[in-house]
């Protein structure tokens, strides 16, 4: 039995708690957000290699970070989720250290280019660390029965790091000078990633729990159905993100970025005013609902014949895949012992990696064949079999004794 939840503070206390650790995500995850739109400038621009090169080398972090999710997870469990967090905080520094080497004189186009796939890599394992350890430790310190709170502010965190990402490194790429360019974005990355690792000093550690651990392979079999579904409903996302706009266009319809905004402000207040529903009322339930949502926008997306039937929809996928994550990750929580809990969240957010980085190429293909507006009901199909997923009878057995 999970003591943390006998033991966690009262409901009232608890956002204040998670706070700390969404300021964690926050700081650690503007080093991710910052380089995807200074890379390109940096690497095609700047050292002139070609559009490929451009997508390896920022693509390969994020297959360092699902390769690494194992080794995260394993390493908050046995050492202690702070440990982990700190040498996330560790890695990021290195990684822009070495970011800001690439820019050095002595180095040609090759060297950099280089050394960039190499902070690439360590940023990548950075970010296993900081995600599984902060998402660890929180539930550590507010209780199992708070899971889905922490997931939902500490997913606020990361998604205002990525989305602040972009504007805060185009800014410093317009700088001039000795310290500027992708040398100004380093330092920035730099900076929060000194941010990151003072921050997680000052928060009291929660001691490693004892008990069974469960091999890793055998942890990714119990949580693997809510994993598929966040998969399958992260579809959706990566639609929007990468095709929204293009539809827009394609359709001669102005508003695309109100569109992206929409998506993001509806999922961003969803968060805050419902981000308590998953702990109260189940992670099966709040899924099931989350999903006819989503499902709704993206249809909506579809099939819309003006754009203001396309703002709708992507304000109700908004309001729908909000609570996804934390709703799937509370029934995944449960279903392996408190001491493999870290494993558990690592594998977890495993498949929120898997999802998005099916959901270019599916719906890429898709957009390519049949328009821009099919991509979306691509995104409808993934929300509805999550909701299988949802309905699966372990799933509602436990949603409905919670």
């Not at 206390?13 to 995850?29: A, K, S």
């Not at 995260?72 to 702070?82: P, Y």
């Not at 328009?371 to 009878?393: D, E, K, M």
């Amino acid at each position: 039995m999970d003591t943390s939840a006998i033991t966690a503070p009262p409901t009232r206390n608890v956002v204040l708690r998670i706070v700390p650790f969404t300021v964690i995500i926050l700081c650690g995850y503007l080093p991710v957000g910052m380089p995807l739109a200074a890379l390109p400038l940096q690497i095609h621009g700047t050292l002139g290699f070609g559009n490929a090169t451009v997508g390896i080398t920022i693509g390969c972090q994020s297959l360092v970070t699902l390769l690494t999710r194992q080794f995260a997870g394993n390493f908050c469990d046995r050492r202690g989720a702070k440990l982990g967090v700190l040498l996330g905080g560790a890695m990021s520094i290195l990684a822009s250290a070495i970011y800001l080497a690439s820019t050095l004189s002595p180095f040609d186009a090759h060297a950099a280019l280089a050394l960039l796939v190499v902070a690439r890599v360590a940023s990548g394992l950075a970010q296993s660390l900081l995600m599984t350890g902060s998402l660890a430790w929180a539930i550590g310190v507010v209780g199992v029965r708070h899971t889905g709170k922490v997931m939902v502010w500490v997913g606020i965190g990361l998604y205002a790091a990525i989305a602040a990402g972009a504007p805060i490194s185009i800014a410093l790429m317009a700088r001039h000078g000795v310290f500027g360019g992708f040398a100004a974005v380093s330092l920035g990355m730099i900076a929060f990633s000194v941010l990151t690792t003072t921050a997680a000093l000052f928060i009291p550690a929660v001691a490693p729990l004892g008990g069974e651990r469960l091999p890793f392979m055998k942890v990714v079999g119990h949580i693997a159905p809510f994993g598929a579904g966040l998969a399958l409903a992260t579809v959706a996302f990566g639609a929007i993100g990468a095709f929204a706009a293009l539809d827009f266009q394609h359709q001669g319809w102005s508003g695309a970025g109100f569109a992206l905004t929409g998506f993001g402000a509806s999922y961003v207040l969803t968060r805050l005013a419902f981000g308590g529903f998953p702990d109260r009322f189940g992670g099966a339930r709040v899924a099931t609902w989350s999903l006819l949502i989503e499902c709704l926008g993206q249809v909506t997306l579809w099939l819309a014949p003006h754009p203001v039937a396309a703002f709708a929809g992507t304000i109700f996928t908004g309001i729908g895949y909000a609570l996804v994550f934390p709703s799937f990750g509370i029934e995944a929580v449960k279903r392996v012992p408190a001491a493999s809990r870290g494993a558990a969240l690592g594998a977890y957010v495993a498949f929120f990696d898997v999802g998005f980085g099916l959901a270019g190429p599916t719906t890429g293909l898709m957009a390519g064949a049949f328009g821009y507006p099919s991509v979306f009901a691509i995104g409808a199909l993934g929300a509805a079999a999550a909701i299988l997923v949802a309905w699966h009878p372990r799933a509602r057995a436990s949603s409905a004794s919670s």
